[in-house]
């Protein structure tokens, strides 16, 4: 197998050089087409078409007197074989055919490329020492990743139709992202849009673990949802779920005193949660590759990841590996066209100061790249935590929309139910956004 010659066609490179000496526009055609160095087999011919590239990049054209000065006073002409080579180049120019060779040179190169990948996931696989399930994860993120180019320019004209369909569903009231369940919320955000990072954060008890919960049972009435619970077990998340939507309450059913005619309730609630296509993954400490890895076998329309700072991931510090997670999470979102919802802790700063304890970004714990990169910022708060004396308060709960990138801030009211961890739409009329 090792005797085997990677694919290559060293005839079809020297034709795509040569055409591309017949002018810059030739050159951008295949800078468009997503040519680049590593689509090169032949060292010569890669390094080549790198010399054109630094001389198209300066505005010059790239013919046989420029491309020899340059790697001449780079001291790297003969390495290419010289001037009788690029002349040789010249002489098999076609500027019509440029599009179909550049297809066969990007096809070996995805070919080479997933030939190193299997070699390396062979030579890993023999490696005791590593996980196989890192290395499973490692390969397929290598691979997903392979022969992928961005979209290029596109004209703006091309995309008004798909803009007027939006339009429509504005006018017509309809909520355009995902919905979370709550009324006000969900006016407020027009529900939870394909590529967005949305973090949603809070203080100990304050409920976010709840409410992203509840959100996920919402969604998935609509689309498939990923939970990857890093604190909860899967067990323990799905006696959440039973007893939310149950209503009935946790403590007397792990005590072992729940009353009988709750029962029946538990068995009703069953058959949708059964049926919700809500898949949970509990791995402790699960890193952004193996997030991607289950997202490539297990196409979901949301993403919920409870909660951030317990995700592992490279860095020189724990703000640096908050800051890579964070960057990560918001390019699985765009790149798997989903919400992401991530939840976050927050510093302790907010019992600290004074006044309500309403949170605000800066108390974002560990990094400020958790604010820039999230295109919405959610905080949970519950007044009755800290003003128990209250009786305005009790029962009663805050999503505070403090960051959102296309639409307002403010903040929508939430009824919560304390014994089944639930959160609800309110029934009276509360203050929304419009409203502030």
Known sequence: MTDRVPPNSPETERSVLGSCMLGRDIVASALHEGLTGSDFYVSANKLIWETVCAIFDKGDEPDIVTISDALGASGRLSMVGGTPYLSELSNVASAPNLGPWVAILKSHSLRRNMIDIGTT???????????????????????????????????????LPAFFESVEAYSSGVIAGIKTGFDKLDTMTGG?????????????????????LAIALNAAKTVPVALFSLEMSRKQLIERMMCMEAKVEMHRLRAGTLPQRDVPKLSTAAGPVYDAPIYIDDTAGITLSQIRAQLLRKPVGLVVIDYLQLMNGPGSSTQDMVSRISRGLKEIAKGFDVPVVALSQLSRAVEQRGGDHRPMLSDLRESGAIEQDADAVLFMYRG???????????????VIVSKQRNGPTGWAGLAWIAAYARFENLADPEPTWEQQ
Do not use: C, W
């Open 121 to 159: 996931l062979q030579d890993k696989a023999f490696n005791l020492s590593l996980d196989p399930s890192d290395v499973r994860a490692e390969t397929e993120n290598a691979l997903m990743d392979t022969g992928t180019t961005g979209s290029g320019l596109e004209k703006v004209g091309d995309h």
């Open 192 to 212: 939870f849009m394909n590529g967005d990072l949305i973090v949603l954060a809070g203080r100990p008890s304050m409920g976010k673990s709840a409410f992203a």
């Open 384 to 398: 009755e935590y800290y003003f128990k004396d209250d009786e305005r308060l009790k029962g009663k709960a805050e």
